[in-house]
Protein backbone atom coordinates (compact mmCIF):
# COMPACT_ATOMS: atom_id res chain seq x y z
CA UNK A 1 0.00 0.00 0.00
CA UNK A 2 1.36 3.67 -0.85
CA UNK A 3 0.06 6.66 -0.48
CA UNK A 4 1.29 9.91 -0.75
CA UNK A 5 0.01 12.92 0.36
CA UNK A 6 1.66 16.56 -0.45
CA UNK A 7 1.19 19.31 1.84
CA UNK A 8 1.74 22.80 0.03
CA UNK A 9 1.82 25.76 2.52
CA UNK A 10 4.10 28.76 3.07
CA UNK A 11 4.23 31.61 0.85
CA UNK A 12 4.10 31.58 -3.10
CA UNK A 13 6.63 30.16 -4.96
CA UNK A 14 9.63 32.27 -7.41
CA UNK A 15 9.57 29.39 -9.47
CA UNK A 16 7.97 26.21 -8.97
CA UNK A 17 10.89 24.11 -8.95
CA UNK A 18 11.71 25.99 -5.87
CA UNK A 19 8.54 25.52 -3.52
CA UNK A 20 8.81 23.48 -0.62
CA UNK A 21 6.13 21.57 0.46
CA UNK A 22 5.34 18.89 3.18
CA UNK A 23 5.47 15.46 1.75
CA UNK A 24 3.49 12.27 3.51
CA UNK A 25 4.17 8.93 2.17
CA UNK A 26 2.82 5.98 3.39
CA UNK A 27 4.51 2.07 3.54
CA UNK A 28 2.70 -1.02 4.89
CA UNK A 29 4.66 -3.64 5.47
CA UNK A 30 4.14 -6.97 7.48
CA UNK A 31 6.09 -8.71 10.30
CA UNK A 32 6.81 -10.68 13.47
CA UNK A 33 8.79 -9.40 16.64
CA UNK A 34 8.53 -10.22 20.32
CA UNK A 35 9.22 -7.94 22.97
CA UNK A 36 9.95 -8.76 26.80
CA UNK A 37 7.11 -9.09 29.48
CA UNK A 38 7.93 -6.20 32.69
CA UNK A 39 9.47 -9.52 34.52
CA UNK A 40 11.87 -9.79 31.33
CA UNK A 41 10.25 -12.40 30.00
CA UNK A 42 9.77 -12.62 26.15
CA UNK A 43 6.29 -12.12 24.78
CA UNK A 44 5.48 -15.17 21.95
CA UNK A 45 6.29 -14.36 18.68
CA UNK A 46 3.51 -12.41 16.90
CA UNK A 47 2.78 -10.77 13.84
CA UNK A 48 1.50 -7.24 12.79
CA UNK A 49 0.57 -5.09 9.92
CA UNK A 50 2.91 -2.16 10.49
CA UNK A 51 1.96 0.98 8.26
CA UNK A 52 4.69 3.51 8.48
CA UNK A 53 4.11 7.39 7.31
CA UNK A 54 7.61 9.86 6.90
CA UNK A 55 7.03 13.17 6.59
CA UNK A 56 9.42 15.45 4.81
CA UNK A 57 9.67 18.98 3.85
CA UNK A 58 11.21 18.91 0.33
CA UNK A 59 11.41 20.53 -2.90
CA UNK A 60 8.39 20.07 -5.05
CA UNK A 61 10.72 18.50 -7.76
CA UNK A 62 14.59 17.21 -7.97
CA UNK A 63 17.15 18.44 -9.87
CA UNK A 64 16.35 16.36 -12.89
CA UNK A 65 12.55 17.62 -13.01
CA UNK A 66 10.61 14.74 -10.87
CA UNK A 67 8.33 15.09 -8.54
CA UNK A 68 10.87 14.72 -5.22
CA UNK A 69 7.93 12.50 -3.98
CA UNK A 70 8.57 10.20 -6.23
CA UNK A 71 12.16 9.56 -4.62
CA UNK A 72 10.75 9.45 -0.90
CA UNK A 73 8.53 6.88 -1.31
CA UNK A 74 11.24 5.11 -3.48
CA UNK A 75 13.30 5.12 0.03
CA UNK A 76 10.35 4.49 1.71
CA UNK A 77 10.03 1.58 -0.08
CA UNK A 78 13.58 0.18 0.30
CA UNK A 79 13.99 0.92 4.26
CA UNK A 80 10.05 -1.35 4.89
CA UNK A 81 10.93 -4.00 1.88
CA UNK A 82 14.32 -4.53 4.24
CA UNK A 83 11.92 -5.77 7.12
CA UNK A 84 8.69 -7.42 4.96
CA UNK A 85 7.45 -10.43 6.26
CA UNK A 86 11.16 -11.06 8.51
CA UNK A 87 11.13 -11.52 12.26
CA UNK A 88 12.37 -8.54 13.05
CA UNK A 89 14.02 -10.11 16.58
CA UNK A 90 16.47 -12.01 13.84
CA UNK A 91 17.50 -8.95 12.26
CA UNK A 92 21.27 -7.18 12.50
CA UNK A 93 19.76 -3.69 12.95
CA UNK A 94 17.63 -4.99 15.61
CA UNK A 95 20.68 -6.85 17.37
CA UNK A 96 20.81 -4.23 20.44
CA UNK A 97 17.72 -2.99 20.69
CA UNK A 98 14.23 -4.83 21.25
CA UNK A 99 12.34 -4.30 17.31
CA UNK A 100 9.32 -2.20 18.94
CA UNK A 101 7.32 0.66 16.97
CA UNK A 102 9.59 3.14 18.63
CA UNK A 103 13.00 1.31 17.58
CA UNK A 104 11.43 0.83 13.69
CA UNK A 105 10.60 4.27 14.00
CA UNK A 106 13.43 4.96 14.14
CA UNK A 107 15.59 2.61 12.03
CA UNK A 108 13.32 3.67 9.32
CA UNK A 109 14.18 7.44 10.24
CA UNK A 110 18.18 6.81 10.49
CA UNK A 111 18.13 4.70 7.16
CA UNK A 112 16.06 7.26 5.31
CA UNK A 113 18.17 9.90 6.31
CA UNK A 114 21.21 8.30 5.21
CA UNK A 115 19.60 8.68 1.56
CA UNK A 116 18.28 11.95 1.42
CA UNK A 117 20.85 14.96 0.42
CA UNK A 118 20.34 18.07 2.58
CA UNK A 119 19.43 19.95 -0.52
CA UNK A 120 16.20 18.50 -1.44
CA UNK A 121 14.37 17.32 1.67
CA UNK A 122 14.28 17.15 5.41
CA UNK A 123 12.70 14.32 7.29
CA UNK A 124 10.53 15.82 9.64
CA UNK A 125 8.97 12.67 11.56
CA UNK A 126 8.04 8.89 10.92
CA UNK A 127 5.22 7.57 12.75
CA UNK A 128 5.17 3.89 12.68
CA UNK A 129 1.13 2.37 13.11
CA UNK A 130 1.62 -1.50 14.88
CA UNK A 131 -2.70 -1.32 15.32
CA UNK A 132 -5.18 1.05 13.76
CA UNK A 133 -5.58 2.94 17.08
CA UNK A 134 -1.68 2.54 18.54
CA UNK A 135 1.32 4.31 16.95
CA UNK A 136 4.35 6.37 17.90
CA UNK A 137 6.53 9.01 15.90
CA UNK A 138 10.33 9.84 15.98
CA UNK A 139 11.83 13.12 15.32
CA UNK A 140 15.35 14.23 15.98
ZN1 LIG B 1 3.86 -6.61 18.81
Known sequence: MTNAIIRSGGSTPVRQECQLIEAAIKKSFSAAHFLKEKDGAPEDLHGHNFVVELVAVCTVKTAEGRPFCETLEKWLEEATRTLHHKNLNNLPSFKDCAPSS????????????????PSHANISHVTVWEADDTGVTYKR
Open 102 to 117: EHIAQYIFNEAAKKIG
